[in-house]
């Protein structure tokens, strides 16, 4: 059994909801990469567990993951044990439900992007399994940021001593959890023919943490 007791989580609020980042185990990642590239042999199973037409991403090829897997690698066990980490370092509130409703595996190359979207349920998250070396120049040479590649989290608009965005550098093992409605987007790269490889989840908690 994978032992998730020791993992450090840490709450970040960039802006007026919290995200939490913590590291995935490395076993873990290990066994949903193994999941991959065991679906990508087997045709019959990328037909039957396709998922690219329910969302909105704009990529090679986006996959669930089969819940009786999810289960057999505490791939649940993880990310509840996470949110349940997160939500009390936030509010002081303990989660006493936890409704795993879908997990998928996102499969982007270069050219590719995910536009802006929200999910389902009430958390969501995002984790890296798989990082290009690069993600290509910018353009223009003078450029002091590039952005191809990272996930970008998006909350409200400019204002004062606020900033409505929040950018991320994809790193593997890195995991992001954010609150389902948080609008968000990935850029697309260039000059990689490397995959950028992601998992994530939609899940519900108890109703009344979510009011809150």
């Known amino acids: 059994m994978i032992d998730f007791t020791n993992k450090e989580l840490e709450v ?19 066994k949903l990469n193994e999941y991959t590239e065991s679906i990508l042999g087997d045709q ?7 998922y690219g037409d329910k969302l909105a991403g704009n990529v090679k090829q986006e996959f ?5 897997y999810a289960q057999k690698i505490g791939w649940g066990k993880f990310l509840a044990e996470s949110v349940s980490d997160w939500i009390y370092k936030t509010n002081k509130r303990k989660i006493t439900k936890f409704n795993l409703i879908d997990s998928w595996i996102v499969r982007q190359f270069k050219n590719e992007y995910n536009p802006s979207h929200w999910h389902s349920g009430h958390v969501s998250g995002v984790g890296y399994l798989k990082v290009p070396k690069t993600f290509g120049e910018t ?8 952005n191809n590649g990272k996930l970008e989290m998006i909350h409200g608009s400019k204002a004062f001593l606020c900033k409505p965005t ?7 093992g890195d995991f992001y959890f954010f609150p389902h409605y948080l609008m968000h987007a990935v850029y697309p790269f260039f000059n990689s023919d490397e995959e950028r490889r992601s998992v994530s ?5 108890d109703q009344s943490l979510f009011n809150e």
């Not at 970040?12 to 290990?30: E, H, N, S, W, Y």
């Not at 019959?44 to 396709?50: A, G, R, V």
Request: proline residues 10%; without cysteine; glycine residues 2%.
């Open 12 to 30: 970040l609020r960039p802006f007026g909801p919290t995200i939490a980042k913590v590291k995935m185990p490395q076993d873990l990642i290990d």
């Open 44 to 50: 019959s199973k990328q037909d039957k567990l396709n």
């Open 64 to 68: 669930v993951i089969e819940p009786d």
């Open 139 to 146: 353009s223009q040479n003078n450029k002091t940021v590039n």
């Open 166 to 172: 929040f950018r991320v550098t994809p790193r593997v």
């Open 201 to 205: 989840f939609n899940a519900n908690v």
